[in-house]
């Protein structure tokens, strides 16, 4: 069983940046990092291929947000820059043992336990 524990969450204000980590006990392939807002359902924000070769991201971050991956470390990141008020949430990531290319958090095998992130107006 794969463990994922990210860091890097926080406070930050409105325009900021924060760098998010996910750090994997073992080898996985897709990787995701989701986000779930008080009262909303959680949603895909970006996903990236084992070799890094696709990336994928929702509409709400693309040109914002940056995902990638460093293999060697067993290690996801996701890069969020110019933040808005509506980014906040708890982010999670999300490891694929098989190489499944999908946004259905219900094919993902292992889970971190989230990170709070909160971008102040």
């Known amino acids: 069983q794969v463990q994922l524990v990210e860091s890097g969450g926080g406070l930050v204000q409105a325009g900021g940046s924060l760098r998010l980590s996910c750090a994997a006990s073992g080898r996985t392939f897709t990787m995701a990092w989701f986000r779930q807002a008080p009262g909303k359902e959680r949603e895909i924000v970006a996903r990236?291929?084992?070799?890094?070769?696709?990336?994928a991201y929702a509409d709400s971050v693309k040109d914002r947000f940056t995902i990638s991956r460093d293999n060697a470390k067993n290690t996801v990141y996701l890069q969020m820059n110019s933040l808005k008020p509506e980014d906040t949430a708890v982010y999670y990531c999300?490891?694929?043992?098989?190489?499944?290319?999908?946004?259905?958090?219900?094919?993902?095998?292992?889970w971190g336990q989230g990170t709070q992130v909160t971008v102040s107006s």
């Open positions: 990236i291929s084992w070799r890094g070769d696709m990336t």
């Open positions: 999300a490891g694929d043992k098989s190489g499944t290319w999908t946004r259905n958090g219900n094919l993902y095998d292992y």
